[in-house]
T-cell receptor
């Protein structure tokens, strides 16, 4: 059974700090990796995706992928209170576009 | 605002009612999805349509009936639901089913069954 694991948190960081969110997955054939942000009562919003090993940066966000170790991470620099949300890691296997979601990590950024 | 539009935003219905959820996207995406999400849980896939044909049905009870009238629209018909069906129902779309392009979610319909 394909599994995606995240620490449920809450992960608490002070405003301006770097938040580091981690995700591990069990299926070595996984092809694509996504990070979604979900505010309470709202729908998931895509913030980053990564397909290749290494780092991918977009503004304050950096996604890191290490397929050999089967983990993907999301770094948020200069964290803001508005970043407080649940972050969902989603992994696509090698057949179709079915996503396996992790349970999400709740991030709290304190002013 | 998202490019995937869902209506209604909220729906309260009795167990004997029939209602429909609607989803619309104009991004030219050929894959559309229905998910169910309970509080503090990740989304659970229900159905996948690819080029207007049902590709995946994740063993969803028959009281949920999906329909894809055209490439931009996706409906979910509801009948004789149970209280445990109360949840956030999410529609998503992506360019294709067979590629790893991201799925984009609508704002969801919050469904309450009395």
């Amino acid at each position: 059974q394909k599994e995606v694991e995240q620490n449920s948190g809450p992960l608490s960081v002070p405003e301006g700090a770097i938040a580091s969110l981690n995700c591990t997955y069990s299926d070595r054939g996984s092809q694509s990796f996504f990070w979604y942000r979900q505010y309470s009562g709202k729908s998931p919003e895509l913030i980053m995706f990564i397909y290749s090993n290494g780092d991918k940066e977009d503004g304050r966000f950096t996604a890191q992928l290490n397929k050999a170790s089967q983990y993907v991470s999301l770094l948020i620099r200069d964290s803001q209170p508005s970043d407080s949300a649940t972050y969902l890691c989603a992994v696509r296997g090698n057949a179709g576009n079915m996503l396996t979601f992790g349970g999400g990590t709740r991030l709290m950024v304190k002013p | 605002d998202t490019e995937v539009t869902q209506t209604p935003k909220h729906l309260v219905m009795g167990m004997t009612n029939k209602k429909s959820l609607k989803c619309e996207q104009h991004m030219g995406h050929r894959a559309m999805y229905w998910y169910k999400q309970k509080a503090k849980k990740p989304p659970e896939l229900m159905f996948v349509y690819s080029y207007e044909k049902l590709s995946i049905n994740e063993s969803v009870p028959s009281r949920f009936s999906p329909e894809c009238p055209n490439s931009s629209l996706l409906n979910l018909h509801l009948h004789a639901l149970q209280p445990e069906d109360s949840a956030l129902y999410l529609c998503a779309s992506s360019q294709e089913w067979w590629t790893g392009q991201p799925q984009h979610f609508g704002d969801g319909t919050r469904l309450s069954i009395l």
